[in-house]
């Protein structure tokens, strides 16, 4: 077992330092706003095939229910701390509380584009996994993890 967990978390800091890795050589040849609109076109991509795949290993369907259990499976696997209000048909909230990707853009010490990435990232990237099982659901990024206290909100509504 704990052999799984190397390989997990050996695979884990591959694919964050690439993304860093790329966003940062990008950024370098031309700029940083550039590297973030590239960037935004590949989290535009990326959760559709992390939602494709987590469905399949979960074997589940569409609908708010197979999102949470998909939601967070992703969440864990990636090491959120995170806390899913209760699933309604009319949604849910998800509140982050530890974010993978704000710990790793701050021991890079690149603080001072948290807000920016958030703001064109994460909405994008979650609306994105989301619709993969309720198409016509809705994601509000109601707060940032990184301007305010610590705890990223998003409200995920479902559209009738």
Avoid: N
Avoid at 28 to 48: R, T
Avoid at 74 to 95: H, I
Avoid at 113 to 134: K, M
Wanted: charged fraction near 30%; charge should be negative; aromatic fraction near 12%.
């Amino acid at each position: 077992m704990q052999d799984q967990k190397l390989v997990a978390d050996y695979f884990r800091k591959c694919f964050v330092s690439v993304d860093g890795l790329w966003f940062m050589a990008v950024e370098k040849d031309a700029d940083f706003e550039k590297a973030l609109a590239l960037d935004a076109a590949v989290w535009e991509v990326l959760p559709k095939i992390e939602a494709r795949t987590i469905r399949g290993l979960l074997e589940t369907g569409d609908g708010i229910e197979a999102l949470c259990r998909a939601l967070e499976f992703k969440l864990e696997a990636e090491q959120y701390g995170f806390e899913l209000s209760p699933c309604s048909p009319e949604g849910f909230t998800l509140a982050v509380r530890e974010c993978p990707w704000v710990r790793h853009i701050r021991k890079a010490g690149r603080e001072k584009f948290l807000d920016r990435i958030s703001d064109v990232i994460c909405s994008r990237e979650y609306g994105t996994f989301a619709r993969e099982f309720c198409p016509d659901m809705t994601v509000e990024h109601a707060r940032m993890y990184c301007a305010v206290d610590g705890c990223c909100r998003f409200r995920f509504q479902a559209v009738r």
